[in-house]
């Protein structure tokens, strides 16, 4: 009962101050929500050094939704998430979440990646770098964390310099790493210590092709001839392959463009004109045959063939995972 007290305290001081007129802003309402949320449903789960753990995790997944997509999910799809992200960071590997297995009616879902292991370099602890993406029905939103387990199961976000990966150090200020970099490091410098057992390879290709990276195509129109969307690769990348897995209703896929580092504007002709497609069905480009040539961006014009349509844009590359936002115009 005294800890379900504190933490209402804690939602109404914040609630107080952020909703006054000097900080009336929704995005950092759901992000004070989503932190303690997180913490709160945390603290549900386990008991004893399990309960730490619970706890840690919790609040880890509350900054991974505190922000604009927090205010599209409900209390099942945080306890979702929290229960992937558990899974992912003490297995490895892709841990898929989808609110509606835990009661939501938001049809939010999302996944998170394992990416990396490597050892605390003044602890010792294992420390895993992960990615997690958030669909829900306005948005789609990517994060890239850095989380190191504690010797009693409890695990915590920390900085990407404090992380040696697969036995070497890194430059640092890549990642995010959870918001956690103005901090000074929670322990004295010395020489790393052997890491306890062999640290495991990194994750194999998700498939044939090669690493895979994925956003969505939300509220698709029956606008004739179709309308625009933009897929940004945050960090270019060479490509093999291009899908459009449709989620919702039927769509056709009109025109899709490939814009290369170099400068280059590539027509993608199996996925232009396509075929009506419907739910459960997918498009794909086949091999793209770009060499060398980085991709950066890739315009498509789709139009629904019923209500809204919904799809999934995936890309293939034998590089590494890439990373995509994607916009209307």
């Known amino acids: 009962m005294k800890k379900n007290l504190i933490i209402g305290s804690l939602i109404v001081t914040s609630l107080v101050q952020y909703t006054s007129p000097a900080f009336a802003n929704k995005e950092i309402i759901g992000s004070v929500i989503g932190g303690i949320i997180g913490a709160g449903v945390g603290s549900t789960i386990g008991k004893g050094n399990g309960n730490k753990a619970a706890i840690a995790i919790g609040a880890i997944a509350g900054t991974i939704i505190g922000n604009k997509v927090g205010q599209d999910l409900d209390e099942a799809d945080r306890r979702a998430i929290n229960d992937a992200q558990n899974r992912m960071l003490r297995q490895g590997g892709n841990c898929d979440w989808d609110g509606r297995n835990y009661g939501s009616r938001t049809g939010s879902r999302g996944r998170f990646t394992s990416v990396r292991e490597g050892t605390n370099i003044y602890t010792g602890e294992v420390c895993r770098e992960y990615t997690s993406v958030i ?96 897929v940004t690769l945050n960090q270019a990348v060479s490509l093999e392959n291009i899908q459009v897995y449709v989620l919702a209703a039927g769509l056709k896929v009109h025109d899709t463009t490939v814009y290369t580092e170099s400068g280059r504007r590539v ?22 045959n770009l060499g060398s040539d980085r991709v950066t961006a890739i315009d498509l014009r789709v139009e629904s063939m019923g209500g809204y349509a919904e799809a999934i844009v995936k890309v293939t590359s034998n590089e590494t995972y890439p990373s995509l936002s994607v916009s209307r115009y």
């Not at 103005?182 to 410098?189: D, G, H, S």
């Not at 027509?267 to 793209?288: I, K, R």
């Open 135 to 230: 669909y829900t029905r306005r948005t789609t939103e990517e994060t890239r964390g850095i989380a190191c387990s504690r010797p009693d199961g409890s695990w915590y976000e920390t900085r990407e310099t404090e992380v040696r990966f697969n036995g070497r150090g890194n430059g640092g200020g890549r990642h995010n790493g959870g918001g956690r970099h103005n901090e000074p490091p929670r322990y004295n410098p010395a020489p790393p210590p052997a890491p306890s057992r062999p640290l495991p390879p990194p994750p194999p290709p998700v498939n044939r092709y090669g690493y895979e990276g994925q956003t969505q195509l939300s509220q698709i129109t029956r606008r004739t001839g179709g309308e625009w969307f933009r």
């Open 267 to 288: 027509q993608v002709y199996q996925l232009t004109n396509t075929q009506n497609a419907y739910s459960g069905q997918t498009l794909s480009s086949a091999n793209l």
